[in-house]
């Protein structure tokens, strides 16, 4: 493999074979390895230090260890991101697993169990794991994410969000961001719109222009291809970043910035796009570099979901 910027080592991985070598060269290890405890049967021992062996298997594990990138539970399939993953995997030098939860349960097991080293998803989640699970954000799509509530036109009756409550819904369910920022604006939950659940965004308008919901819930850039003559919006959420790639803490400090620089990349960009393509998102948005501080305060919306509520 050629010898380039983002093709570097992790930093810890390179310290530690610089140490083993450092003791076969030299008969030392640091201060740090000295042991007290009397060598098990068959070890091999530098100059009474930490068994070379263990340092050895220390640094095959952490070579061998690969990164575990989850995806989000939907129809997002493996294939999909095959091109992204096989492509920071090539940039970074380091072997990268994909883990598809089944469901959103289980992706918030593995989030609060600190399990995953790369996600691409919501602003609210990103947040979150930048706050409990030491994560960083790398990049963010630059558009950001905002949502519509509209109502049919014939539908007078509704004018403003307290008129919402106890009427029908079309939206994503929990833990959607859309939805989960319009639950904050009502403060009795059971005040609160009665949710017909979709699956995709573009349902949600279909099905109040068919009447099963008396409103939907729309990301912006599907609110400003909606005909003007059937609907109209009563409500619209705060802007926030768009979606954001983080890594966690069992990546080095050089290991996020060789990752940044590659989604930024030309290559990159086009393969965070064939996403996007591929679910049905023909918009062309580009990659942007994300600020910590952009996300503080958005995991708020979390705060009533089981499993980020502590």
């Not at 319009?182 to 659940?197: G, M, S």
Request: proline fraction near 8%.
């Amino acid at each position: 493999m050629p010898s380039t910027d983002l093709q570097r080592r992790p930093t810890a991985l390179r310290a530690l074979i610089g140490t083993i070598l450092s003791a076969m060269l030299f008969g030392s290890l640091p201060a740090s390895s000295l042991t007290n405890h009397t060598p098990a049967a068959g070890s091999v021992y530098l100059m009474g230090m930490q068994p070379l062996g263990a340092q050895v298997g220390e640094a095959v594990e952490l070579f061998a260890r690969p990164w575990v990138f989850a995806l989000p539970p939907g129809p997002s399939s493996e294939r999909a991101y095959a091109p992204l993953v096989n492509y920071l995997s090539r940039v970074s030098g380091n072997r990268i697993i994909i883990e598809h939860p089944a469901d959103w349960l289980a992706y918030q097991r593995g989030m609060r169990s600190g399990d995953y080293d790369l996600a691409f998803d919501g602003a609210h989640f990103a947040s979150w794991r930048i706050v409990h699970s030491g994560h960083e954000p790398l990049v963010r799509m630059s558009a950001s994410a905002r949502f519509v509530v509209v109502v049919s036109q014939r539908e007078r009756q509704i004018a403003n969000m307290p008129e919402l409550a106890g009427r029908r819904l079309c939206a994503p369910p929990p833990p959607d961001a859309g939805t989960l920022s319009l639950y904050r604006q009502f403060d009795n939950p059971a005040r609160r719109p009665l949710l017909v659940p979709v699956q995709k965004e573009d349902q949600a308008y279909a099905k109040m222009i068919a009447g099963a919901c008396e409103a939907a819930l729309l990301p912006m850039h599907l609110y400003l291809r909606t005909h003007r003559l059937y609907a109209r919006a009563v409500f619209r959420t705060l802007e926030m970043p768009g979606d954001t790639f983080t890594a966690g803490p069992r990546l080095s400090t050089e290991d996020k910035a060789v990752l940044t620089k590659a989604l930024l990349s030309a290559e990159g960009q086009a393969a965070i796009r064939s996403l996007y393509k591929r679910a049905g998102n023909t918009d062309v948005f580009e990659v942007a570099p994300a600020s910590r501080p952009d996300y503080a305060g958005l995991d708020a919306v979390l705060r009533d979901v089981w499993g980020f509520d502590s």
